[in-house]
């Protein structure tokens, strides 16, 4: 079996937390091999001071064939580019009918983009969401952890675990029970 495609799209100051439960999951089966995308293939400093490398430019990247998700994690760089490349990257994504999962700040650009118009969707704020001047999504904004609605997943950003289980679930790395189980562990804890 050839191993699909999980991409991280990261950006300078990127929120290495939100994501981190997803991609250390996905990465440990053998059906998905996480990589890192970006703008270009400079390396990438997280909120935490973690350098990324990364694998593979946007514009290197055009076979989607092999693709099953693109992550966007949140991060501070979001509200300060329009980053038209990515948003024509992920537009593509999407009309291939790949999923996406966006939390934090990310789920804002998506928003300012359009991209989340006709889907129900989650963020950190809606009034985030209302300052976009593209943003036409108010009547599928609702207030929750995480939301996923047709191809994509969005989540707010103290909802890492949850937004961790809707992309497990999203591409089935584990049987339901399974994965129940360590929802029910990363939300409540083993002592309580």
Known sequence: MVEKDVLLLLTDKWADWEASYAIAEVNSVPHYSVKTIALDKESKASIGGLRTEIDFSIEEYTDLN??????????????????????????????????????????VF???????DKVKHTGDSFEFFEAQDEYNGATNFLEAQVIRDKNIITANETAAVEFAYEIYKL???DE???????YDNFKNGFVR
């Open 66 to 107: 092999n693709l099953a998700l693109v992550i966007l994690p949140g991060g501070f760089s979001w509200q300060d580019n329009r980053y038209e490349e990515i948003a024509r990257f992920i537009e593509h994504v999407l009309e291939q009918n790949i999923p996406i999962a966006a939390i934090c700040g990310a789920t």
């Open 110 to 116: 998506l928003g300012s983009h359009g991209l989340l």
């Open 171 to 173: 591409l089935e790395i």
């Open 176 to 182: 339901p029970k399974e994965l129940e189980a360590w």
